[in-house]
């Protein structure tokens, strides 16, 4: 098992920026992937951005490319997501993810283990 706590969510106006953590504690050896996801009221979940777990190959979704970034610094520290230039379609809760293959990389069925996910709201 492999357990993900997300932190760093909150209430920004557009424009600006946040930064979200993913800290994965358990049996992370088998992680190969850590990705982003985000859902909307009424809306699915969407992939958002992925790392592999030594922080190399990164993936973006269009619509955040340019504007976040996922990083890793070494297999100890926790995923981020750096998003700035924030708009109101950005609101959704954020979920961090593990997976153990680039299959599906994009989406949700292709991770295994999900947190519980942290709101980001964005107002005009």
């Known amino acids: 098992q492999v357990q993900l706590v997300e932190s760093g969510g909150g209430l920004v106006q557009a424009g600006e920026s946040l930064r979200l953590s993913c800290a994965a504690s358990?049996?992370?050896?088998?992680?190969?992937?850590m990705g982003w996801f985000r859902q909307a009221p009424g809306k699915e979940r969407e992939f958002v951005a992925a790392?592999?777990?030594?922080?190399?190959?990164?993936w973006y979704a269009d619509s955040v490319k340019g504007r976040f970034t996922i990083s890793r610094d070494n297999a100890k520290n926790p995923v981020y997501l750096q998003m700035n230039g924030l708009k109101p379609e950005d609101t959704a809760v954020y979920y961090c993810?593990?997976?153990?293959?680039?299959?599906?990389?994009?989406?949700?069925?292709?991770?295994?283990?999900w947190g519980q996910g942290t709101q980001v709201t964005v107002s005009l």
């Open positions: 993810a593990a997976a153990t293959s680039l299959t599906r990389l994009v989406h949700t069925s292709g991770y295994a283990y």
């Open positions: 358990g049996r992370t050896f088998s992680t190969y992937v």
């Open positions: 790392i592999i777990w030594s922080g190399g190959s990164t």
